[in-house]
């Protein structure tokens, strides 16, 4: 079972310090996330270094994910030896990347009753598993590569990627079925079902246990899950706002300014729209600038409609750079703070060519 954290046994302060990046961000639940932190953190077997830590805020099913810059830059550079090292290894993660993605969505398109077994859940876990080293390699290693070797490797990577994207959409309609199909039959609503941690869902399988009711409800309506080596953490209420108020001053929030990675240049003006959830938004106008945490194949009909796009998180192989590059629309992604710098409404500038956004009115 996860440790929970008191007030009298955590520094939040301590926590906010560590050098939080967002890594991505949107309508995902916490049963999703802690399954994809969880091998995050123990990819490091495989690719000889991972992550030692992973933070998810969560808020009535949305989540913004962070790892540690300074973890994710040691993972980079590794990554990059290595490839330089055998200049075949990028095309390994690659297709490999390809082969693992097959696997985990011909499984999960088995009836889902059958995942309420726990040897079937394991087995979903394990193909889990084996494909997240291979997310994590052809994800990182595009923004740690020189420029010439950019040029060479980008079309395997991006193929990669593209091929595997649907991972997340797939995903979570198997967690929103299993979580339906559990909640009935323990009569608990499905979007607390959601809130479970894998151990717990895990447990569940077992020994036909679920944590108190009146714990999901409090993770639902916000709650930060730390994880770190093989342990959970958990905050709930104002520890979690000033967590993310920390996080987020710290990435350097500037009020109607922000920086990130240029997807594709240009530089246009627009009115700002910021879209968490493209299931739930009141307006969105052609030509206005979307700015979000992560785009996502559910996001296409915005993108086409968006003048420009603005992320918090990703790089140069997320889903809204190589959208933006197909779409050749100005794009600036990883700016960390832009759905806190910007309010629905504002007029904004978009260069793109030098990776900035500012508000202009």
């Not at 240049?265 to 979000?292: A, M, S, Y």
Request: hydrophobic content about 40%.
């Amino acid at each position: 079972m996860p440790r929970y954290f008191s007030k009298m046994d955590i520094n939040v302060k301590e926590i906010e310090t560590l050098g939080w990046s967002k890594r991505w961000a949107g309508p995902f639940s916490i049963i999703s996330g802690s399954y994809w932190a969880k091998h995050i953190i123990n990819c490091g077997d495989k690719l000889g270094k991972g992550f030692k830590h992973s933070l998810l805020i969560h808020k009535n099913l949305t989540i913004d994910a962070y790892d540690i810059k300074s973890e994710r830059d040691l993972l980079g550079k590794l990554l990059v030896r290595k490839a330089i090292k055998d200049n075949k290894l990028i095309s390994f993660w690659a297709e490999n990347l390809k082969l693992k993605a097959d696997a985990v969505k011909d499984l999960i398109k088995e009836p889902i009753n059958l995942f309420l077994q726990l040897s079937k859940h394991e087995e979903f876990e394990k193909c889990l598993e084996d494909y997240l080293p291979f997310h994590v390699a052809v994800k990182t290693i595009p923004d740690y590569l020189s420029l010439d070797l950019v040029e060479k490797y980008l079309p395997i990577l991006e193929d990669a990627r593209v091929y595997s994207e649907s991972m997340y959409q797939e995903t979570t309609v198997f967690f929103n079925n299993l979580a339906k199909l559990i909640g009935e039959k323990e009569k608990v609503e499905q979007k607390l079902i959601l809130c479970l941690f894998s151990n717990e869902l895990s447990d569940y399988l077992e020994f036909g246990k679920l944590p108190l009711t009146k714990t999901l409800e409090k993770r639902f309506k916000m709650s930060a899950i730390l994880f770190k080596g093989g342990e959970f953490y958990e905050l709930f209420d104002n520890n979690v706002l000033q967590l993310e108020e920390g996080i987020v001053h710290l990435s350097g929030l500037t009020t109607g300014e922000v920086s990130g990675t240029t997807s594709f240049p240009g530089k246009i003006n627009g009115i700002c729209r910021i879209i968490l959830d493209p299931f739930d938004f009141k307006e969105f106008n052609q030509g206005e600038i979307l700015v979000t945490g992560m785009t996502r194949p559910d996001f296409a009909m915005l993108m086409e409609k968006a003048a420009a796009i603005v992320t918090d998180a990703g790089g140069m192989l997320c889903h809204a750079a190589i959208v933006a590059r197909e779409m050749k629309k100005p794009c600036v992604v990883g700016t960390e703070t832009a759905t806190k710098s910007f309010k629905n409404g504002d007029l904004l500038e978009v260069n793109a060519t030098v990776g900035v956004v500012k508000k202009i009115g």
